[in-house]
């Protein structure tokens, strides 16, 4: 991850696509992307297939069962859970499979991601919390010539709308893997429903 993050700094983007192919054919980076799943809250949830996993066997194979070539998403199962309005929001719950796949190329896409992001995003953002977003806040607000106001606000249906051809065409990934991320469609109460635009919600 090192060397793509400093590839990156490089503007060598020859370089970034190799390393990053190099690292989403490693053994060592499939284990941890299996240990990574396993390790979050939403392990015990199964998708469409009902497939879960539970004993070191099952861990090994699955991690060397991630293979790009023959890889193909599942759709998602669609649930609805509770919102603090009193309204529902859906979440797409893929195969532990496929949150595995989408793992293994985090660990290829966060160096570009961190090395090229916003240096005062905090938002889903690794080792960064609230506390970092006030701070900041802090220092920008308490000198006499900043701003009198802060802007609050909600892109409303944001992810619900997100153009795959933009992000196609500005995420440094397989082209073909995304795209089957991106249009696997979701199951819901044993229906198909396709995906042609913006990205799930999960968990």
Known sequence: QMRIAKAV?????????????????????????????????????????????????????????????????????RIYIPKSNGKKRPLGIPTLHDRAMQALFALALKPVAETTGDSHSYGFREKRSLHDAIKQSFICLATKVAAPWVLEADIKGCFDHISHDWLLDNIPLPKPILKQWLTCGFIESSAFYDTREGTPHQQ
């Open 9 to 77: 700094q490089a503007k060598r983007w020859g370089k970034v696509k190799a390393l990053q192919r190099i690292l989403t054919c490693s053994k060592s980076a499939k284990l941890l992307a299996v240990k990574m799943i396993m390790s979050n809250k939403g392990a015990k949830t199964p998708g469409i297939d009902k497939v879960l996993w539970s004993t070191l066997k099952q861990y090994w194979h699955a991690a060397f069962s991630l293979r790009i070539k023959s890889y193909k998403a599942q759709p998602l199962r």
